[in-house]
């Protein structure tokens, strides 16, 4: 069964930490994998990454994609209060139109 | 900017009563799909819509009916709400091909 297993569960740092969250991924015949960001209301899409697009950076967020090893991770440097939120990672197989999502990472920035 | 909207933010019902939550998006995207998001348990599909009148069972569909009578609306019906329906619901739609998903605002719906 294709799931996805984010890590960790949540995590607590202060401003001006770098974070890494994880995502790895167990699928049939991969094909896109996204990031979102959500804080209290709806997701809001970071990046997708494909075979073609394996790393993305806007501003301080960056993602790499490793489809050899089945996972991708999502850097935050230089942390603000404003980046406490849950981040969801989700991927999609070829011939589907379904996305499967992990549980997400929360995250929380202390000032 | 895509627009993707959804009638109610918040929503109290009684078990029994027939929902009808209604999603809107503003952009021509081909792809529509209902999840239900609840704590410890992510993001689950409940339909999803690859075009107009067309409609596929995502992962947890018991209970649940969609419509898709024009390309920028899909609603999700509760036939006969129950309490276990109670959940935060998430609408999104995407253009097409290879192309990301975006969700509209989200409906908490409660039923008592």
């Known amino acids: 069964e294709d799931k996805v297993v984010q890590s960790p569960l949540s995590l607590v740092v202060h401003e001006g930490d770098t974070v890494t969250l994880n995502c790895s991924y167990e699928v049939t015949n991969f094909r896109s994998l996204l990031w979102y960001k959500q804080e209290k209301k709806a997701p809001t899409f970071l990046f997708m990454l494909t075979s073609s697009g394996i790393e993305k950076k806007s501003g301080r967020l960056s993602s790499i994609l490793d489809k050899k090893e089945l996972f991708s991770i999502l850097n935050i440097t230089a942390t603000q209060t404003g980046d406490s939120a849950v981040y969801l990672c989700?991927?999609?197989?070829?011939?589907?139109?379904?996305?499967?999502f992990g549980t997400g990472t929360r995250l929380k920035v202390l000032a | 900017d895509v627009k993707v909207t959804q009638s109610s933010r918040y929503l109290v019902k009684r078990t029994g009563e027939k929902v009808f939550l209604e999603c809107v998006q503003d952009?021509?995207?081909?792809?529509m799909f209902w999840y239900r998001q609840d704590p410890g348990l992510g993001l689950r599909l409940i339909y999803f819509s690859y075009d107009v009148k067309m409609k596929e069972k995502g992962d947890i569909p018991e209970g649940y009916s969609v419509s898709r009578e024009k390309k920028e609306r899909f609603s999700l019906i509760l036939e006969s709400a129950s309490t276990n329906q109670t959940s935060m619901y998430l609408c999104?739609?995407?253009?097409?091909?290879?192309?990301?998903?975006?969700f509209g605002p989200g409906t908490r719906l409660t039923v008592l």
């Open positions: 989700a991927y999609r197989n070829s011939g589907t139109y379904k996305y499967i």
């Open positions: 952009m021509d995207h081909e792809n």
């Open positions: 999104a739609s995407r253009l097409g091909g290879n192309n990301e998903q975006f």
